[in-house]
């Protein structure tokens, strides 16, 4: 397997967990909050808080991962750009 293939494995685990990351917090945050307003007596405070919680934190880990892919591109941009140009040999004519 060579570094690029490697590379694309990895992208794509990333983007895989990208549901399980927004279903694990959303729900986990529902339940932590549920459980919070049954202990405490409250109505619906901390379900309300913990889920919105749970959606930044989605929204967050999608970002993070958005910005890795985005850092991993910039360092083949730039190696690309530094190469010399090469010129185009001229057409054979018919």
């Known amino acids: 397997m060579d570094k690029e293939d ?3 494995y990895v992208q794509m685990a990333y983007a895989s967990s990208i549901g399980f990351a927004f279903v694990l917090l959303i729900f986990g945050g529902l339940f932590v ?4 307003d049954k202990k405490m007596g409250t109505s619906f405070f901390f379900t309300v808080l913990f ?4 959606v930044f934190g989605g929204f967050r880990n ?3 991962l958005i910005s890795r892919s985005i850092q991993d591109d910039k ?3 730039k190696s690309v750009k ?3 140009h ?3 040999p001229a057409p054979a004519k018919a």
Request: glycine residues 8%; without cysteine.
């Open 33 to 36: 909050g549920s459980w919070l």
């Open 75 to 77: 360092t083949i941009i």
């Open 82 to 84: 530094s190469e010399p």
């Open 6 to 8: 490697r590379k694309a």
């Open 86 to 88: 090469r010129k185009r």
């Open 62 to 64: 999608l970002y993070v």
């Open 51 to 54: 889920f919105i919680m749970g």
